[in-house]
């Protein structure tokens, strides 16, 4: 079983930036699958970005592509996300996941969660 705990996010105006940090302890973090996964009030749970075990090859949804970017370092046991140029849709509460299944982290169907940060981006 993974902990996961986030941390940063907050109230931003649109155009700003936030940075997202997630800690995880309980299994070898190396070989975890990591990703971020975000959803909006009355709307369903969405992937966001995702970081294979090395940290060398990374997914984004089309909608964050370009201005969001997930790192891991793998001494720390924390993945980042750093978002810029944000929008008021992309208020949300955001999620950091964790599997350690390659199945499971291209399916986006993580079994591991942190307990969620909120973002929120004012117009």
């Known amino acids: 079983q993974v902990q996961l705990a986030e941390s940063g996010g907050g109230l931003v105006q649109a155009g700003g930036s936030l940075r997202l940090s997630c800690t995880a302890s309980?299994?070898?973090?190396?070989?975890?699958?990591m990703g971020w996964l975000r959803q909006a009030p009355g709307k369903e749970r969405e992937f966001v970005a995702g970081?294979?075990?090395?940290?060398?090859?990374?997914r984004y949804s089309e909608s964050v592509k370009g201005r969001f970017t997930i790192t891991r370092d793998n001494s720390k046991n924390t993945v980042t996300l750093e978002m810029n140029s944000l929008k008021p849709e992309d208020t949300a509460v955001y999620y950091c996941?964790?599997?350690?299944?390659?199945?499971?982290?291209?399916?986006?169907?993580?079994?591991?969660w942190g307990q969620g940060a909120q973002v929120t981006v004012s117009s």
């Open positions: 970081v294979r075990w090395s940290g060398g090859s990374t």
């Open positions: 309980g299994l070898t973090f190396s070989s975890l699958y």
């Open positions: 996941a964790a599997t350690q299944y390659y199945a499971n982290y291209v399916s986006d169907t993580y079994d591991n």
